[in-house]
């Protein structure tokens, strides 16, 4: 098994790409060892010495470290962790995980819709490809709640996205929408 790594804009946070789905659809998100109960993979990472978050998506795997720790050191170790993990054949999740997508106001139904898509089409994947992900929280008086995931998650530049690049592209294809804010 042959694993790949890629920078992303946050220098804290690290793609591993290990030639096979991980998810094959969807995301997860684990910002904590706690959260992480549910995924053999991403609770054997956080065993790991200097692994503040795991996210995972349907090819990739996306690892943010505390600032105590180099990438040199953590690099060896999470490589281990992710070749033995997929060579012996565990589970990536030990339940099914939901798409991250909350329903919207009966009302703003046909909106909402909207938005998903353009966030389906057009952000997501080149969220994904700088390791992270979008999710859709709500639509509520002309405002998107959007949540970045993985490496955009911490990313210095991910206000900048949101505001410049999602909000102006919504904006533009649903006239409904005046605004769009940030929620963990």
């Known amino acids: 098994m042959f694993i790949q790594t890629e920078q992303t804009p946050n220098p804290a946070t690290l793609k591993f790409l290990p030639g ?3 998810l094959g659809r969807g995301t997860a998100d684990f910002p904590t060892r706690e959260e992480a109960a549910r995924s053999p993979l991403a609770a054997r990472l956080f065993e790991i010495d200097g692994i503040a978050g795991v996210f995972l998506g349907a ?7 505390t600032d105590a720790r180099d990438w040199f050191l953590l690099k060896p170790s999470i490589l281990g962790v992710i070749m033995e993990h997929f060579t012996a054949g565990r589970p990536v999740l030990l339940e099914e995980a939901g798409d991250g997508h909350a329903a919207g106001n009966a009302e703003d139904a046909e909106i909402v819709e909207q938005i998903k898509e353009l966030l389906d ?3 997501r994947p080149s969220v994904a490809q700088d390791g992270g992900d979008i ?3 709500g639509f509520e008086e002309g405002v998107v709640y959007l949540s970045m995931k993985g490496a955009c998650a911490g990313c210095p530049s ?11 592209m919504l904006r533009h294809y649903i006239p409904e929408v005046v605004e769009v804010r940030a929620v963990r």
């Open 20 to 22: 096979c789905d991980v």
């Open 158 to 168: 991910s206000t900048a996205t949101l505001k410049a690049g999602i909000e102006n």
């Open 121 to 123: 089409t057009r952000v």
């Open 59 to 65: 090819d990739f795997i996306t690892i943010t470290k």
């Open 135 to 137: 999710t859709f929280h």
